[in-house]
C-alpha cells in the first residue's frame, strides 16, 4: 500500500479518539485472556453483539459514553463524531440537513443505524422537496454510542456494508448509579451558541423495595435556530431556522431470579424545522425565477420494545437475548414557493408542495451464546435469529395557485398530483447467523462466522401509483445471500494483540431504487425504474495492532475493502433518442476500491511522569483512498485526511478539569472532475478548548468554546459536487461561502442529579 501522507507513521503513533475510558472487564472466568484486562479496557457489545472487552475485539471500534457527550457538549451528530476517526456525516446545506453517517467512503442507508438493537428507517430523497434522514436521534436520551467501522452483514445483514452505529439509551439503573437512595432525579439544561439553541432536559428513576422492579422516565426538549457559518457576504448567511426538537424515554424492568430479566421501552421523538430557503432564491437553473421559498418539516419517531435476557445454563445454550419490537416514523414537509413567471408558468404564481413519508417497522431477535472448554480448544459461540418486516409508504401532493386570477390546478410542471414515487412497498427479512471464537491454546483464536439471510421486497401499488403509471409493472425482489466472515487473534502478551479477518458485505436493492417512477412533461425529464438491479457486495480485508494496558491504550488498523455493483442512485443516462427525454436511472456501477488505516491512542502521562499528575494525552487519526476500478476515477465520497489530538487535565478533586483538543484535516485533492472543474476543500487546523467544574456534589457545568482561531473551513462531505471558481472564492458565483463551518461559538451546560 502506497501511502500519500509522509507523516502517517508519526501520527499513527500518538493520535487517538476522544472514546471512553471506562467499562469494568467481565469475570475472569469469562475468557482465558481476562487477566490482562486492565483499567483502560471497556465493554465493546457492537462488534459480535454480546458483551466483551474492548481487548479482545477483532475490528476497529470506537466507543462515546454519556460522559463524554455531556463534557464535549454534543447536541447532534456532528458533534458526535467530531474527534471519532474513519466517521463523518455529511450534510445537504440547503434544507434538509444531516443524512446519517458515512463510514470509510460509504454513506447513507449502508450504514446501519441502531437503537436498542432496532434499526432506524431507510432515508429516501428525490429533490429539493422531498427528502427523509436519518437523524431523529435524541442525544439526551444515549448512554454510550459504539461504531463499528467496516464490513458488518455476517452479524446485522443487509445496510452493514460500511459499518454500524449502534445507540443505547439509558437505563434505569445508569441512573440510579448515582442516588444514594431508591430514587434518582436529574435534569440538565444547556446553551450553544452554534445555532442559539437552548436544552432543558429531565429523568427520574426508581426501585422497589425488593430491587425486583426498577422504572425510568425522561424528557428533553430543545429549541434553536440555524448554525452560523463564517461567509464573507451577507448574500451567504445560512438559510434562518427555527426549530424544536423534543423526546421521551420510558423503561420498566423486572428481574424475576432464575427466571431472566426483562424490560418494556417506550421512545419517542419528534422535530420541527421551518426554514426560509434563502439559498435557492434566484438560483441557477429551475430556481432562477423563485423568490421566497419557505419550508415546513416534521418528523415523528416512536418505537416499543420487549426484551428479556435469561441464563438457562445449558451445555447448549447458556443465555438468550430475545427482543420483539415495534416501530413507527412519519415525514411530512410542505414547501411554498413563490415564483415569477416563466416559460414553464407563464404567470406569478405560488406553489405548495407536500411529501409524506411513512416507514412502519416490526420485527424479532434471538441471541444465543455458549461456551465449551474441549482440552486445547475453547468455544464461546454467538448465533441467533433476525426476523423483520418493513413497510415503506411515499406520497408528493401540491397545488399551484395563479396570484393573479387566484385560479388553481393540481397539475404542476406538467406532472399530476399527487402522485407516488414508488408502490407502497413491504421488505420481509429472515437471517439465520453464527460467530465461533475458537481458542487454540492460551495465545491465539480464530473465530468463523456465517449468515444466511432470505429478502423479499414485494411492492403494493395502489390506485394512486396505478394512475400516474398505469404502464408499470413493478416487479418483487428475492434474494438469498450468505456473508461469511474469517477472524484471527493473536495475544502477544503484555496487553498487546494482533489481529486479521476477512468479511464479505451485501446491500439489498432498496425499494426507492427497483420501482421508482417521476416524470416531468415541462421539464421531458424522466426517471425509470430498473427491476434489474443486483445487490451490492463488497470483500474486505483488515489487519490490526492493539495495546490495552494500565498506561496506554492504542491501535492501528489497515484496510481495503473492494465493492461490486455499486447502486448509483438516479444515474444521468442522457437523451433518449427515441422520445427525447433526459433519463435518469438507478445503475450498478461495477466495481469501487476503498483502502486506509485508522490508529487511535489513550495515554495517561501520570502513570509515566509521576509529574504530570492528572494529564492525558488522546487523539485520532484516518486516511483513505477510494477509486472506481472500472473508470479508474476516485470517489468523490471519500473524506481527506483527518487527525485530532487531546491534551486534558483533570484536578486531583475531580472537580475541575479541561482539555484542548485539535482537528487537523488535510486538502482534498482526489477528485472526480468529471466535465466540470469542482470545489476542493482546503486544510484546516482547528482548536476547541474544554472546562468543567463541580460546584458541589451531583452539580456538573460543562463549557466549550470551538474553534479558537475563528477559522474559515469546510467540510468535504458537504461541499463535494460543488462547482467553484478556486482563484477566487469570494466572489464566487456559485456562492461557496455559504457552505463554510461555523466560526468561533461557545457552549455551556449545568447538570444536576440527587
Not at 489481529?499 to 421508482?516: E, S
Request: hydrophobic letters at 40%; aromatic letters at 10%; proline letters at 5%.
Amino acid at each position: 500500500m502506497t501511502l500519500r501522507l509522509p507523516s502517517l507513521a508519526i501520527l499513527a503513533a500518538f493520535s487517538c479518539p476522544v472514546l471512553a475510558q471506562s467499562a469494568p472487564p467481565p469475570d475472569a472466568d469469562a475468557d482465558a485472556d481476562a487477566e490482562e484486562a486492565t483499567a483502560l479496557d471497556s465493554i465493546v457489545v457492537v462488534a459480535s453483539r454480546a458483551a466483551e472487552p474492548l481487548s479482545q475485539v477483532v475490528a476497529s471500534v470506537a466507543q462515546v459514553e454519556r460522559a463524554e457527550l455531556d463534557q464535549y457538549l454534543v447536541h447532534d451528530l456532528d458533534g458526535l463524531v467530531r474527534y471519532v476517526p474513519g466517521v463523518s456525516v455529511p450534510r445537504e446545506g440547503h434544507r434538509f440537513g444531516g443524512n446519517g453517517f458515512a463510514i470509510r467512503g460509504l454513506e447513507g442507508n449502508r450504514v446501519r443505524i441502531l437503537v436498542d438493537g432496532i434499526p432506524l428507517a431507510d432515508a429516501y430523497s428525490i429533490g429539493q422537496f422531498a427528502s427523509a434522514g436519518r437523524d431523529m436521534v435524541d442525544m439526551e436520551m444515549l448512554e454510550r454510542v459504539e461504531v463499528l467501522r467496516g464490513p458488518a452483514s455476517t452479524l446485522y445483514g443487509s445496510d452493514a456494508l460500511a459499518g454500524v452505529v449502534a445507540f443505547r439509551t439509558r437505563d434505569p439503573g445508569d441512573l440510579l448509579a448515582f442516588a444514594s437512595a431508591a430514587h434518582a432525579f436529574g435534569a440538565r439544561s444547556a446553551w450553544d451558541g452554534i445555532d442559539d439553541s437552548h436544552l432543558v432536559a429531565g429523568h427520574w428513576a426508581g426501585e422497589s423495595a425488593s430491587g425486583r422492579w426498577q422504572a425510568m422516565a425522561a424528557i428533553s426538549r430543545r429549541d434553536g435556530h440555524e448554525a452560523d457559518n463564517r461567509a464573507w457576504r451577507a448574500a451567504d448567511a445560512p438559510n434562518p431556522v427555527d426549530y424544536r426538537r423534543e423526546g421521551a424515554l420510558a423503561k420498566l424492568v423486572h428481574d424475576a431470579g432464575t427466571a431472566g430479566q426483562y424490560t418494556l421501552s417506550f421512545d419517542a421523538s419528534r422535530q420541527r424545522r421551518e426554514t426560509a430557503v434563502n439559498s435557492l432564491r434566484f438560483g441557477a437553473g429551475r430556481y432562477s425565477t423563485t423568490y421566497r421559498l419557505d419550508g415546513d418539516d416534521r418528523d415523528r419517531r416512536g418505537r416499543i420494545g420487549l426484551s428479556g435476557q435469561w441464563q438457562p445454563g445449558l451445555a447448549w445454550l447458556e443465555s438468550l437475548d430475545a427482543q420483539i419490537y415495534a416501530q413507527d416514523t412519519t415525514v411530512r414537509q410542505e414547501s411554498d414557493q413563490h415564483r415569477l413567471a416563466d416559460r414553464a408558468t407563464p404567470y406569478e404564481s405560488l406553489r405548495w408542495r407536500r411529501f409524506d413519508y411513512d416507514a412502519q417497522a416490526r420485527g424479532l431477535s434471538l441471541v444465543g451464546q455458549a461456551r465449551h472448554d474441549g482440552g486445547r480448544i475453547g468455544h464461546w459461540q454467538v448465533f441467533g435469529i433476525d426476523v423483520s418486516r418493513h413497510r415503506y409508504e411515499g406520497l408528493r401532493d401540491g397545488v399551484e395557485t395563479n396570484l393573479a386570477t387566484g385560479e388553481t390546478t393540481s397539475t404542476v410542471l406538467g406532472e399530476p398530483l399527487p402522485v407516488r414515487d414508488f408502490p407502497n412497498s413491504d421488505a420481509t427479512s429472515l437471517a439465520l447467523f453464527w460467530q465461533d471464537e475458537m481458542r487454540l491454546g492460551e495465545h491465539l483464536a480464530l473465530i468463523p462466522g456465517l449468515r444466511a439471510e432470505w429478502y423479499r421486497l414485494r411492492p403494493k401499488p395502489d390506485a394512486i401509483f396505478t394512475e400516474d403509471f398505469p404502464d408499470a409493472s413493478p416487479v418483487d425482489v428475492n434474494e438469498r445471500e450468505t456473508t461469511p466472515r474469517l477472524a484471527l487473534r493473536w495475544s502477544l502478551g503484555g496487553g498487546h494483540s494482533l489481529f486479521a479477518q476477512y468479511a464479505r458485505g451485501f446491500r439489498a436493492a432498496p425499494f426507492g431504487d427497483v420501482n421508482i417512477g417521476l416524470f416531468l412533461p415541462v421539464f421531458n425529464y424522466e426517471v425509470r425504474a430498473n427491476p434489474e438491479l443486483r445487490p451490492e457486495s463488497s470483500h474486505g480485508l483488515e489487519l490490526g495492532w492493539r495495546h490495552v494496558g494500565e498506561t496506554l491504550r492504542a491501535s492501528v488498523s489497515l484496510y481495503e475493502n473492494r465493492f461490486r455493483d455499486l447502486i448509483e442512485s438516479r444515474a444521468n443516462l442522457g437523451i433518449d433518442p427515441t422520445t427525447g427525454a433526459l433519463v435518469f436511472q438507478s445503475i450498478n456501477r461495477d466495481r469501487a476500491r476503498i483502502r486506509g488505516v485508522e490508529s487511535d491512542l489513550l495515554w495517561h502521562l501520570d502513570r509515566r511522569f509521576p509529574g504530570l499528575r492528572g494529564w492525558q494525552l488522546r487523539g485520532a487519526m484516518a486516511w483513505s483512498q477510494g477509486d472506481d476500478t472500472r473508470r479508474d476515477v476516485p470517489l468523490n465520497t471519500i473524506d481527506p485526511a483527518r487527525a485530532t489530538l487531546g491534551l486534558r487535565f483533570d484536578a486531583d478533586s475531580n472537580r475541575w478539569g479541561s482539555e484542548l483538543a485539535m482537528v487537523a484535516v488535510r486538502r482534498k485533492t482526489d477528485i472526480d472532475h468529471g466535465t466540470v472543474e469542482l470545489f476542493a476543500s482546503p486544510g484546516y487546523a482547528r482548536f476547541d478548548l474544554y472546562a468543567w467544574f463541580e460546584p458541589w456534589r451531583g452539580a456538573r457545568v460543562n463549557a466549550g468554546l470551538f474553534n479558537l482561531g475563528n477559522r474559515r473551513y469546510w467540510e468535504w462531505a458537504t461541499v463535494r459536487g460543488l462547482e467553484a471558481d478556486v482563484r477566487n472564492l469570494a466572489a464566487n458565483d456559485e456562492s461557496i461561502g455559504f457552505y463554510t463551518s461555523p466560526g468561533r461559538n461557545f457552549s455551556v451546560s449545568l447538570s444536576m442529579e440527587w
